[in-house]
C-alpha cells in the first residue's frame, strides 16, 4: 500500500516524453563539448598550430606576436546537478581553466590516483539557461577534485549568486530537468 503513494519508494529513474519529437527520453540528461567553447575562437586555419588536445586536457596557444604568457590551459571535467527524487544527476561535461601549474601537475599524475589532490579553477559557463542577467556569460570559480585513476575529475561550485551555482547545491526539479535538457537535445 505505500508504494501507491509514493512512500518508501527510493529515487526513480529520470524519463519524459519529449515535446519536440514525441519520444520518450530514458536515464538523465548529459551533455558536453569536445573542446573548450575557446577553440573556437581560434579561427579555423590557425587551430592545427595553436591548439593541442586530446579527450581530457587542451591548450590553446596565442596568436604570433601575442606572448606566450597569454597561453590558456584546460582540464575536462564534469559538473553534476542533482535532480530531485532521481538516483542519477544531470550531468554537464564540462573544461575549466588552469593555471599552468595545476595543468602541469594534473597531466604528470594523469593516470595515477589523484584523489588526494585537485586545483582551482575557472569556468567559462557557455550554457544558455546560465547566462547572466544581462545576457552575458559567466566566468565561475571552483574547485577541482582530480579523483581516482581514469575517472574524470568533478567540480564544485564556488558559491555564487549564479543560477548554477545554486542548482548544483539545491539541485533541480524533474520539470526543470526537462526545462533545460530539451532543446539541447534537438539542435
Request: hydrophobic share 35%; proline share 7%; glycine share 8%.
Amino acid at each position: 500500500m505505500a508504494r501507491l503513494f509514493g512512500i518508501g519508494r527510493g529515487p526513480r529513474r529520470f524519463e519524459f516524453r519529449c515535446e519536440c519529437c514525441g519520444s520518450i527520453h530514458r536515464g538523465s540528461p548529459s551533455f558536453s563539448l569536445p573542446r573548450p567553447e575557446h577553440v573556437f575562437d581560434v579561427p579555423e586555419g590557425e587551430r592545427d598550430v595553436r591548439v593541442v588536445a586530446n579527450d581530457d586536457l587542451c591548450i590553446i596557444y596565442p596568436a604570433n606576436g601575442k606572448p606566450l604568457e597569454e597561453t590558456t590551459y584546460w582540464i575536462r571535467a564534469i559538473l553534476d546537478i542533482p535532480i530531485h527524487d532521481v538516483a542519477e544527476p544531470f550531468r554537464w561535461g564540462i573544461w575549466i581553466s588552469q593555471s599552468k601549474e595545476a595543468f602541469d601537475r594534473y597531466s604528470e599524475t594523469f593516470d595515477s590516483d589523484q584523489s588526494f589532490d585537485g586545483s582551482f579553477g575557472w569556468l567559462p559557463v557557455h550554457m544558455n539557461y546560465y547566462r547572466n542577467a544581462d545576457g552575458s556569460w559567466p566566468m565561475l570559480e571552483c574547485h577541482i577534485d582530480w579523483g581516482s585513476a581514469g575517472k574524470r575529475p568533478s567540480v564544485r561550485l564556488w558559491e555564487c549568486d549564479n543560477q548554477l551555482y545554486l542548482d548544483q547545491r539545491d539541485g533541480i526539479s524533474w520539470g526543470k530537468a526537462i526545462e533545460i535538457a530539451s532543446p539541447l537535445m534537438h539542435k
